[in-house]
């Protein structure tokens, strides 16, 4: 799909991703294409409006960049202040979330035999770090800012329209609740 109106690093992401999805690969394979494609944004974030990495003070909150036409996939910024974390939560989905500015922290849980959630590892993304979710290899984490001092930012990739999919926040107990997370903005940054 041509993109006339847009260029630069976003424009050649966006491209790599249409030909990556028109590949129709296995998940593996498909989230490595994402990862490859991904690489060159998370190398300078110059390309990303500075009011796409808008920190609020009262919680993390996350901008639609782009949605696919035909919801294949989406692309958020997701800003992290100070201090600021998910909860317990699932995604549905495959997705490939790389650090644009400052430090995550993951914890990925799995459903214990007790019937609750319990943490399986623990991991950092410095910047320019990938990390890979999917119902197959898992998608049930918390994602903190690693920073104390300042905000963190990532770019998202995930295979739908993730502020519009159903998904679940879960309590340790093993109990949950469904969600939709949306975005901050009305619009995405790019539109189809």
């Known amino acids: 799909m041509k993109r006339p109106h847009l260029r630069g690093p976003f424009a050649d992401f966006l491209i790599a991703m249409d030909e990556a999805l028109a590949r129709q690969a296995d998940e593996a394979a498909l989230l490595n294409q994402v990862e490859s494609a991904l690489a060159p944004l998370l190398a300078d974030g110059a390309w990303c409006p500075i009011e796409m990495k808008a920190v609020r003070d009262d919680g993390y909150q ?9 919801s294949r996939y989406s692309v ?7 201090g600021q974390a998910t ?11 790389g650090v644009l500015e400052g430090q ?23 910047r320019g770090a990938v990390d890979k979710v999917s119902p197959t290899i898992g998608d049930v984490h918390i994602v903190r800012n690693g920073l104390v001092d300042r905000a963190s930012i990532s770019i998202h990739v995930y295979g739908g329209d993730i502020g519009r999919i159903a998904r679940s926040i879960f309590n340790a107990d093993g109990t949950s609740r469904p969600f939709i997370s949306g975005y901050a903005n009305a619009t995405p940054w790019i539109e189809a």
């Open 87 to 97: 909860p317990i939560h699932n995604h549905t989905v495959w997705g490939v979330v």
């Open 104 to 126: 995550e922290q993951c914890e990925e849980y799995a459903y214990g035999e007790e019937g609750q959630w319990q943490e399986t590892h623990r991991h950092a993304l410095l």
């Open 76 to 82: 958020a910024s997701f800003v992290w202040g100070p």
């Open 62 to 70: 996350s901008f639609a960049l782009y949605i696919d036409p035909q």
